[in-house]
């Protein structure tokens, strides 16, 4: 699907221009948008995985220091 830019209406891949403006449409750009969307998706997912493992290395150090305390 190809959406529009001026009108945000979703046209078949192989229309030229829009179905509801008729402004020309085009791939190149959509293949853009798409591509920065994946990147962006990616980052995400890569942000998450760096959040857990902060969380996972707070918790064992939380955990170190506690049983330190115990043994001192
Ligand atoms: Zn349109």
Not at 9 to 30: F, G, H, I, M, V
């Amino acid at each position: 699907m190809i959406r529009c830019q001026a009108c945000g209406t979703e046209n078949p891949d192989t229309a030229a221009y829009c179905s509801k403006c008729a402004r020309k449409l085009d791939p190149a750009t959509q293949q853009a948008v798409a591509e920065l969307r994946a990147t962006h998706t990616a980052t995400g997912i890569r942000w998450s995985a760096v959040i857990l493992t902060l969380i996972l290395l707070v918790l064992i150090i939380v955990l170190v220091a506690l049983f330190a305390l115990h043994v001192l």
